[in-house]
């Protein structure tokens, strides 16, 4: 690790209304240390406590996992203060102050490091407790918490350990809940658990307060390199150097009975952006039950209810705190015995459409511009808002409801057990993660999950507040779901491992099998939103669409124009692969006749004198024209009858981007792609052309490349079977010119694929300008076009200025330039590339975003060159990277016209580029 902030203080104190650091502090002080020291400076009541900083964290790693001596003494120091603030002495027999530990990183991460509480107690400090508070329960129950949650965190026992001494106390005692164990109880569980501790550690449970606090510190900086939160941060693209900040925190107690608890609250609502405050409350409890979801919480509004001065004091406090900082905030509380206590507030976490309205709302409270309403919004969290859900008119089968907890719909086979998911997952399967309840152990099986179901836990639950973030359903609380060692029973149904539910997070309705879902409707606040958008970005967006319908519904995203349309696509469909292979088939014999004929024909010229020799030329003239009608014709003919088709796939496009331009890709792929594989197929092309099997055999066998990646296709097909070309531009041009005719603007830009040298492009050019020409004079109507061609390959990045002299654009096809500039294989590099990732030999994969440094530089050196040869040179981009937010930057930097992506990423797009536009504006 290296330190990003150099400092000399390692402690930043926040107690009774003063405070060290403040809010902007996030990187030293973590998100909770910054918003505990604005809280208590903005005199909001705050515990008192102390922030060790993520710098120290960087020490304790570089000094091998050891808390520095001058961080010791300086927090020693600083917990003096905290005990003179609350009048309580750390380790007292009498009077003793505990506290809790925790964990605080620059982005939150929930539940994914470790939180000590009541740290501080021991034999004789639980007897101070007991005096200090009158009651005898409530000391032991927080003794033998702390030993529990202290063993598990800090000395790495087994939790079961623990949960089994608490099950088999309350067997015997033949009770159910916690809640009805006995002071005396307790007591017991208290010396089984330091039992426990000592018979798995060696060594018997630590009992110096110090001691305690030193070791819970080491701890929380330990569970930054945790499995779970290393997992969370790859997911989260959250860099591992940035290291945690530890809050040492006097403790507030909300289980000191019926005016005590603790909560959890949201300034709006984190699923629809609802401006309403939303929150649970759990009262008698400490904030772990409410975070674990173990017991499922009360509605906030209850409060009202129970402490309606308590309540009314919270919404202020929630509401000042939303107008401090500007957005909604996610809050934790705690009332001890009637005082409410604010333990944290952060921006709260919340889904792609409660962003968008939060975004759109605080615009029209006037408290934000709508620029910054643009930058509120992560473009991937667009995602969600395009989600499908259930099929309105699809047959359902309702199993249950459970609470809504993260919105969308997913289908896939029930798994009960994390592991199972990650496994299933990855053999391609999709699976629904049913759990009595979540805990931050099962995060891999949340990832791997199309969706999430709970038995248990409440809409901030663990479950809940995960999925949430990352954008899948999720249905939690879902009370009379009932899981045992045979699987699930809901609904009078039983389910086994595998068997099929849908999920409708939206809703909190489980439903039976693999219902069809749908896309979701688009809300008047994403209308607004985007409008801002797109006044604030510089870039066109464009989609690449192969078909009108894929046309259509990218128009209906945004997109402004088709940047890719790969005409090979078009000749899959239906029959038309019929025609196809028909002239690929004949196109060797037929090339080799034109060849030979070629050939002839330049003899004949040079030897005119000699009649012998022309005469025997003649002869074979005639024999090799004889021989070349049938080909001639069987060749001739499949183009004749993929022309049409492809005029009309033609047709349907431009008219579906009327006013907008549609770049068409001249055909790309080696031809071997679209002949037969097995013998059953060859054996069926044969009968269908009428050739022998071997003939198909041997022109299979003929097209055969070792790296069609690197092989016969983009342009080096055009060249050497220029009526491929030809038949393509004709279709081109007399779809535009049917369309033009009917008054619609078709602005089409033909693209010559995968040049590498200008003398390519150059070929390619002059036919598509002789076709274009032909069909414009003959109809009589001219259509503005442009010529212009793929940059994908280094070469042709490196001699741009050559290129630019005949390409009236760019477009940086992107796929092709990583795999060539890499030297990955498009096909194969998946194999390898993740561990690549996992052992961060690369930071991410770079067919995923864009490799800035190597493949970036050759858009840099294309455009400058290019420009330089050509300046209205227009460029764009159309590998897969044009719906990436972070690679739609660096085209934003480079000056790039557009971008071009897939259709349902268009809005993504849109909104990476506003964001890229406002926090670089360009020259
Ligand atoms: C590219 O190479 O980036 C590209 C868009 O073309 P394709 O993916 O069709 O090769
Ligand atoms: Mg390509």
């Not at 964990?103 to 639980?126: E, I, Q, R, W, Y």
């Not at 309403?373 to 992560?378: D, G, H, K, Q, W």
């Not at 991937?380 to 089968?397: E, G, R, S």
């Not at 209205?872 to 690679?887: F, N, R, Y």
């Amino acid at each position: 690790m290296t330190p990003h902030v150099a400092s000399q203080k390692n402690v930043y104190r926040f107690i009774a209304g003063k405070a060290d650091g403040h809010g902007a502090m996030k990187d030293l002080l973590g998100g909770k240390g910054a918003g505990l020291a604005e809280m208590t400076a903005a005199g909001l009541p705050v515990p008192p406590g102390f922030t060790i900083t993520t710098a120290v964290c960087h020490r304790y790693y570089a000094a091998g996992n050891q808390l520095p001596a001058d961080v010791w003494e300086e927090s020693c120091a600083a917990l003096r203060e905290v005990e003179a603030a609350v009048g309580k002495t750390f380790g007292d027999a009498t009077n003793p102050l505990l506290v809790s530990v925790r964990s605080g990183a620059k982005f939150s991460m929930p539940g994914m490091m470790d939180t000590v509480l009541n740290l501080g107690l021991n034999h004789t400090t639980a007897q101070g407790l007991i005096q200090q508070t009158n009651n005898e329960r409530f000391a032991r129950d927080a003794h033998r918490r702390f030993i529990q949650m202290f063993g598990r965190i800090v000395l790495g026992v087994p939790g079961e350990r623990f949960d089994h001494a608490l099950e088999t106390l309350k067997a015997e005692r033949g009770i159910r809940q916690d809640i009805e164990l006995t002071a005396a109880d307790l007591q017991q569980l208290v010396a089984q658990f330091e039992a426990i501790v000592e018979r798995e550690t060696g060594n018997p449970f630590p009992y110096d307060p110090y001691e305690q606090l030193r070791l819970a510190i080491c701890a929380v900086f330990n569970s930054w390199y945790g499995k779970r939160a290393v997992d969370y941060r790859r997911l989260n693209k959250i860099p591992d150097d940035l290291g945690t900040a530890v809050n040492v925190v006097a403790m507030v107690f909300g289980n000191m009975g019926d005016d005590s608890g603790t909560g959890v609250a949201f300034t709006r609502n984190p699923s629809t952006g609802e401006p309403v405050l939303f929150g649970e409350y759990l009262p008698n409890a400490q904030g772990e039950d409410v975070v674990a979801g173990i017991r499922t919480p009360q509605k906030l509004e209850a409060l009202r209810e129970t402490m309606p001065d308590v309540y009314a004091q919270f919404c202020e406090v929630a509401a000042r705190l939303e107008r401090h900082y500007r957005d909604a905030q996610d809050l934790e509380f705690t009332i001890e015995r009637g005082k409410l206590w604010m333990l944290q507030t952060r921006n709260a976490k919340r889904t792609g459409a409660a962003a968008v309205k939060i975004a759109v709302d605080l615009v029209q409270e006037g408290i934000i511009s709508p620029e910054e309403a643009v930058l509120r919004v992560e473009p991937n969290h667009l995602d969600q808002l395009l989600h499908p859900m259930v099929d309105p008119k699809a047959d359902i089968t309702l199993l249950g409801k459970g609470l809504p907890a993260s919105p969308g719909a997913a289908a896939g086979a029930v798994v009960f057990d994390p592991d199972v998911a990650e496994k299933r997952a990855q053999s391609g399967e999709r699976v629904i993660l049913v759990r009595a309840e979540t805990s931050p152990e099962d995060f891999h099986g949340m990832v791997a999950a199309q969706g999430i179901l709970t038995a248990r836990g409440g809409l901030t639950s663990h479950a809940a507040v995960v999925a949430r973030g990352m954008g899948k359903p999720c249905i939690a609380g879902c009370g009379e779901l009932i899981l045992d060692a045979t699987g699930m029973r809901l609904g009078g149904q039983t389910l086994a491992e595998g068997d099929f539910i849908t999920l409708d997070g939206t809703t909190g309705r489980i439903l039976l099998g693999d219902v069809p879902l749908v896309s979701p409707e688009i809300g008047a606040e994403f209308e607004t939103f985007m409008r801002w958008v797109d006044d604030a970005r510089k870039m066109r967006v464009r989609t690449n669409a192969d078909t009108p319908h894929d046309a259509r519904v990218a128009r209906s995203f945004g997109a402004e124009g088709i940047g890719l349309c790969r005409t090979e696509h078009m000749f899959f469909e239906g029959e038309r692969i019929d025609s196809v292979r028909q002239m690929i088939m004949v196109s060797g014999t037929y090339q080799r006749l034109i060849a030979a004929l070629d050939k002839v024909a330049g003899d004949l010229e040079r030897l005119r004198g000699d009649a012998q020799k022309v005469s025997a030329l003649e002869a074979e003239r005639a024999a090799l024209e004889a021989e070349l009608e049938t080909p001639a014709r069987l060749f001739r003919g499949a183009l004749e009858a993929l022309l049409p088709m492809q005029r009309a796939d033609f047709v349907g496009i431009f008219e579906a981007m009327d006013g907008f331009p549609v770049t068409i890709r001249l055909l790309d792929p080696p031809l071997h792609e679209f002949l037969p594989h097995t013998d059953e197929e060859i054996a069926a092309l044969a009968a269908k052309l009428n050739l022998s099997v071997q003939d198909v055999q041997s022109r299979v066998a003929a097209l055969r490349e070792h790296n069609p990646m690197l092989g016969h296709r983009g342009c080096r097909l055009g060249i050497a079977y220029p009526e491929i070309t030809e038949m393509q531009v004709r279709a081109i041009f007399e779809a535009a010119v049917e369309v033009a005719r009917r008054g619609i603007t078709v602005l089409p830009e033909v693209m010559i694929p995968l040049v590498g040298d200008v003398n390519e492009l150059r070929a390619q050019e002059a036919i598509v300008r002789r076709v274009a020409d032909e069909v414009q004079q003959a109809a009589g109507v001219m259509i503005p076009y442009l010529v212009g061609t793929m940059i994908e390959l280094p070469r042709a990045a490196l001699t741009a200025d050559k290129i630019a002299t005949v390409a009236e654009f760019f477009s940086f096809g992107t796929n092709d330039l990583t795999q060539t500039t890499f030297g990955f294989s498009r096909d194969d590099a998946g194999t390898f590339l993740p561990m690549y990732v996992e052992r961060k030999i690369l930071a991410d994969d770079p067919f995923q975003v864009l490799d800035r440094e190597g493949v970036g530089e050759l858009l840099r050196i294309g455009t400058q060159k290019g420009r330089a040869a050509r300046p209205t040179l227009k460029v764009g981009i159309c590998g897969e990277h044009g719906g990436e937010p972070s690679s739609v930057a660096f085209c934003h930097e480079l000056g790039f016209d557009y971008v071009s992506c897939s259709p349902y990423r268009v809005p993504i797009a849109r909104l990476a580029a506003a964001q890229a536009a406002l926090r670089q504006p360009r020259a």
